[in-house]
């Protein structure tokens, strides 16, 4: 029996609707404050509408995530989804504002489909008379495409339905992220009661209301969603004992972003150990012609392919736990002079200890793994791994780049540390909307240290009450 509208369950599903109306109303004013697009308003202008966006949006999460947690009102999952239906028409209206990377998409798709150009050898200020063409904007002019061949193919794709209207184009790039956003939504709420979370609306409203997917995903078309759909696909398909599908979903996300390549030989060991080599061996075939057959129009120009200035791309220093300490070292430096000429030396220490780091990590993982075929040890290292790659050893971090974390990191257990700490600086990435983006100290900092010290200060005082009295 559902829970009267006067009774506590009723009380908290109006309570939700508030939080919901109050949410739509901050979307709303980003819709209407962007609608000629960030540069017709002042820099001082955006940066008080970033902070009256990000502050509420906050406050307003974290309101809901308590409602859903406390309530066991069965309408709860509807009114998440009928709320985040209307959250995300809202952000998908919403002109791209902050980092505009799905320009960049649409100019690598067009450099194919219109001057028949390899993103991956020819950049775009090498193109004849970009600068006239109205599908092409001055992003990233100077870089070759960093993204994953089956990424760039999707964006040819979409560049060849718009058929040369720009706003065509980025609507349907937009509308692909909707589209992840809603089916990565149906595969966390499957996978939680699959696994039998106490509370699947929470794990679903945890990724339908949070507000960097919306902002960024959504409103701003970054392709991050499209690596968390492919890699909770790969968690989902593992709790259905669909094994065979397993690798190939890892594949396809790595050719999207690179990061998922990690997550990998963790999937070959649990497939090993679940079914054997011979779907290991079919998994791996299914992967390696997705592989073929979506690299294969860029591979013809091998020999051209600016393979170095795609890597040095990735490894730029921004944003990360790297830029916090060499930029914490060049300051000291800044006033102890003579510490100056160790910058260089410092620097590359640093780099080495976190992505030795990693690797220990890695093997640590694999050693953990190698006779293990449980589907919640899988997501719990593959989660951890991820973490560790993108928020920890990276050397460029972006707050988007949480997208690929959230939507797996639900599978976890409510409780989990790591879970929680994602949901949390995933929130406070948010921040990032603001001037918080280029304090490079200040950065990472407040949005993934704070983060972390209040959920592991949380764990600490839960384990100490889970102790026994003294006697």
């Not at 949410?23 to 017709?40: D, H, I, K, P, R």
């Not at 001057?115 to 599908?135: F, H, I, Q, S």
């Not at 080495?352 to 040890?377: I, M, N, P, Q, Y």
């Given at each position: 029996m559902s829970p009267s509208p006067h009774g506590p369950g009723g009380e908290s599903?109006?309570?939700?609707?508030?939080?919901?109306?109050?949410?739509?109303?901050?979307?709303?004013?980003?819709?209407?404050?962007?609608?000629?697009?960030?540069?017709?308003?002042?820099?001082?202008?955006?940066?008080?509408?970033?902070?009256?966006?990000a502050l509420p949006l906050l406050f307003l999460y974290w309101k809901g995530y308590l409602i859903v947690a406390r309530s066991r009102d069965a309408r709860a999952a509807r009114t998440v989804v009928v709320f985040a239906a209307l959250f995300c028409l809202l952000a998908f209206l919403t002109v791209p504002f902050h980092s505009t990377d799905v320009f960049g998409y649409i100019n690598r798709g067009w450099q194919q489909v219109h001057?028949?150009?390899?993103?991956?050898?020819?950049?775009?200020?090498?193109?004849?008379?970009?600068?006239?063409?109205?599908?092409l904007r001055e992003h990233w002019v100077y870089n070759p495409n960093p993204y994953g061949f089956l990424f760039t193919l999707l964006a040819r794709a979409l560049c060849h339905l718009g058929g040369g209207n720009w706003w065509l184009t980025l609507t349907l790039f937009k509308l692909v992220n909707v589209a992840a956003y809603a089916a990565t939504a149906w595969l966390v709420w499957s996978g939680a009661r699959l696994l039998g979370h106490d509370r699947p609306a929470l794990a679903l409203y945890a990724f339908l209301w949070n507000p960097l997917i919306l902002m960024h995903h959504i409103a701003n078309g970054h392709n991050d969603v499209l690596v968390g759909l492919l890699v909770a696909l790969s968690f989902y398909l593992a709790l259905r004992g669909a094994h065979v599908w397993i690798i190939p979903a890892l594949v396809a996300a790595t050719l999207l972003k690179y990061g998922p390549a990690i997550l990998i030989p963790p999937a070959i060991l649990f497939v090993f150990n679940r079914r054997g080599w011979k779907t290991v061996a079919a998994g791996c075939l299914i992967g390696l012609v997705i592989a073929v057959l979506a690299s294969a129009p860029y591979l013809k120009d091998w020999g051209a392919l600016r393979i170095w200035e795609i890597r040095d791309n990735a490894t730029l220093i921004d944003n990360s736990l790297h830029s916090l300490l060499i930029h914490l070292f060049s300051t000291t430096a800044g006033v102890v002079k003579p510490l100056a000429q160790f910058v260089p030396t410092v620097d590359a220490a640093i780099r080495?200890?976190?992505?030795?780091?990693?690797?220990?990590?890695?093997?640590?993982?694999?050693?953990?793994?190698?006779?293990?075929?449980?589907?919640?040890?899988l997501?719990?290292?593959?989660?951890?791994?991820?973490?560790?790659?993108?928020c920890v050893a990276s050397s460029k971090f972006n707050a988007w780049y949480m997208g690929m974390l959230l939507a797996p990191a639900l599978f976890l257990p409510e409780g989990h540390w790591l879970r929680r700490l994602i949901i949390l600086v995933s929130a406070a990435e948010l921040l990032s909307l603001t001037f918080f983006k280029q304090a490079y100290m200040l950065n990472y900092f407040a949005m993934v240290i704070v983060p972390a010290w209040l959920v592991f200060r949380r764990v600490r005082r839960e384990r100490a009450s889970a102790l026994p009295a003294p006697a």
């Open positions: 599903f109006a309570r939700l609707r508030l939080v919901g109306v109050f949410t739509a109303a901050v979307y709303l004013f980003a819709c209407l404050f962007y609608v000629g697009g960030a540069q017709a308003r002042t820099r001082t202008a955006r940066e008080l509408a970033a902070w009256a966006c001057y028949g150009l390899n993103p991956y050898v020819a950049r775009l200020a090498d193109t004849p008379g970009w600068r006239e063409d109205p599908m080495v200890a976190l992505r030795g780091g990693l690797v220990l990590l890695f093997v640590a993982v694999t050693f953990r793994l190698r006779k293990s075929d449980s589907e919640r040890a997501v719990k290292y593959s989660v951890l791994l991820m973490f560790a790659l993108v």
